[in-house]
Every structure is written in C-alpha cells, then in structure tokens.
C-alpha cells in the first residue's frame, strides 16, 4: 500500500519542517519514529495484509522509515546552525570578517643576547661549535680532570639520567669534544649552549640556563691572551671605558684558574645594590687549560696550551636590562618578552 506510506512521508515531512525548536523536534521524533509512534504503527499492519503484498509493504515501510530517520538528522543540524547564528548575531560578532593578523613576533632576549654575543666573538676568530646538552659523566666530569668521586663534582648539583648520563652541568665538556673532533689542528672556537642544574628555582637560580664557553688552543697561548680577549670582549659588549679585574680561582680543568670581573655597568665601580657596593661584576670562570685536559682532547701539553672560559648569559642581560627576576626568562609571559 504505497499511498499510505506516501501521504505518511508527506505529512511527517511537513509536521518536521514546522518543528522550529529542540522540544518540538523530539515530539516529532516520538511521534513518528518512537516505539508507538506513526511509522511502527503502520508497520503493524503488515499481519492484517494477503501474503503477497507483504514484501512490497515491509520494504516501503522501511524505507519510509530511513528517509525519515535522515531527515530528523538533517533537520536537526539545520536548526542547531541556525541557532548558533543567532548566538552570533546577538553578541554582535561577524565571523565573516577577516581575523587579527599573526604578528611576526621577534627573538626572545636569551636568544638576543647570545647572538651579540657570537658577532663579538667571530670578530675576534671564534667559531661556533655545538655540543650535547645529554653528556656522559665522562665528558661533563672524568675527562675534565674529575675523576669519580672527585670532591670538585660537588661544585655542580647534578641531574643523573642513569649512572653514567648526565644532563650537562655546564658546557665545559664541549671542551673536550671539539679538541677530539679537531686535533692536531689550533682551535679558537665559543661553545654556547643550556646547562641544568638540580637547584632551587627562586629569583636569583634557575635549574637551566645558558653559558658561553670559550677555548682556544695553539702553540705559544698565554694567560695574556685570555685576559686581553676577556678584556676585549667587555669592552665590546659594555662599552670601551670597561676594566677587567682578575682573581684567582680553582677549577679542576684549567691551571691557573681565575675569575673574570668588570666594573660595575651601573655605578660605573662607585659602588651600588647590584655590585652589593664592591663596584665590581663577575663575569665568569676562566683558566689555562690544564694539561691532563689538553692530553684527555688528543694535545701534547709539552706542545700545545690553551685557555678557556665560562661566560654567564641571562644573569649578565639581567643587569643590563635590570631584571630582578631570572625565572621570567622562561615563564613564557608575553607581558615580560614583548618588552625587548
Ligand atoms: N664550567 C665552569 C662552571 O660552570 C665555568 C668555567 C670555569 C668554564 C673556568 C671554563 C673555565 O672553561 O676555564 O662553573
């Protein structure tokens, strides 16, 4: 009996087109295709049909009953769109309208700071090398003159990725990587790069930071050439009135070992907070590079000398930029990057 279920899909259709909202949508839908509703009601009928009609009747049933099953789905989505298009016209928001440009954005001031520090350094004859941040306790301690259990280990609070892994405590054993890779040839090269440490975060220390570590090796190189490029460098990146003061120092790969300091930036070595009134600024560890070290890289020390240094990143930009805080350096707040 086609013409039942036609005038059935018609009217459903009908009824369904007329259901403007979520309420009036799931009456149509109990309606019609519910457990009781009109299509199972028709399909009862097939019992009081001859044999041979009911084939014909099962199947246009249940095609009526998929179309309409289709349609609720359709109709559905059509209202839930225009509804959302209401919610947008109501809050007075054109989504058609072109977006906010992406703005370019520009290099984080580690980054920036770092860079200035490259161009000084290439102009003075260093290339850049890079080495692993994931270091073996060899390279970061035992080549560097530390053996295991080396009281001197107890300079840097280690994180250990298993016995013999080590996230890099600085980026000393980079030391020993390019004069591996390079021997028997001079070397003059800067090795920047992050280092962590097992530390408590507050405002002075972070757990990972940058360092530049600098190594020149040849023949004939003496502590004046490292205080002259130390010197150089300052002048450079602070301004040429700076003056370079030397300490002595320890550390197990370099003999002698000293410590870098300039005049203060600010109070120009008066005396202020920052240089805590000793008008002075540290700027890092240094040395000769000693000659177990220079042996460990592949250099006969009774040939060759070198030195090497350890320069600072994010505390030297905080006092230029008078940051007090180092943990805003990599808290990723726009507020504080957007700034440099
Ligand atoms: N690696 C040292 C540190 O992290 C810094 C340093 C000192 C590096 C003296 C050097 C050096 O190359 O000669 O504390």
Redesign the pocket.
Known sequence: MPEQTDSLLEEALQALEAASDAAALQVWRTGYLGRKGQVSELMKLISTLPKEERPAFGQAANELKRTLETAFEARQEALAREELAGELAAEGLDVTLPGRPIGPGHLHITTQTLRQNYAIFAEMGFQVYESPDVETDELNFGLLNMPPHHPARD??DTFWISDEIVLR????PG?IRVMRERHPEPIRVILPGK?YRYEQITARSEHQFY?V???AVGHGITMTDLIGTLTEFARRLYGPERRIRIRGSY?P??EP?IEADMDCILCLGEGCRVCKQSGWLEI????M?HPVVLQNGGYDPEEWSG????LGVERPAMLKYEIDDIRLFYGNDLRFLRQF
């Open positions: 300079m840097w405590t600085h980026t000393s030391q280092c360092q570590e600098g190594l550390f790969f370099t070992s890092g560890g240094a040395g590079v030195f090497a240094f350890g």
